[in-house]
């Protein structure tokens, strides 16, 4: 950041009267700009015992499958995000949804909340960011084609959730490594 987004003015990056960390501030109007993590709302659609995911239509890593997810808009709840990014990219309405993980990603700035629930129907189809959408079976993720590492754990912790009969909420914080 170069300039103050509240008067156009030079910032400087300095640890601010009662802070902690250097925050880039303005010396004209005294704006401290904040650089927070974003929060990523995704969901795991069920039907009949199968998931649905979508293969990236659009880049990092268009052609790979995830789990609907995108960024938290605001004026929005993070359950109503996760629902909305679901019926964007997968054309999918969600019955009920329950939160399912939690997962920080220091290294780039991210928290994902995850949410898994069935769907209303067996409706759904590719939204403006999908290749296409598809059921797997747990047996049939396409494992060596998912987009992210996160979406990867994510869904190695449903698979042993729905394997053990017994789904937790996940909270854990993940490498840079994965």
Known sequence: MNYCSACGAPVTKKVPDGDNLPRFVCEACRAIHYHNPKIVAGCIPEWNGDILLCRRAIEPKSGLWTFPAGFMEIGESIEQAAARETFEEAQAQMERISLFAVLSLPHIGQAYLVFRGPMRSSDFGAGEESLE???????????????FPVVRDVLRRYVEDVTRGEFQVHVASLPDCL
Do not use: M, T
Request: net charge negative; aromatic share 14%.
């Open 133 to 147: 959408v598809q059921l797997f079976s747990l047996s049939a993720i396409p494992w060596d084609q998912i987009a």
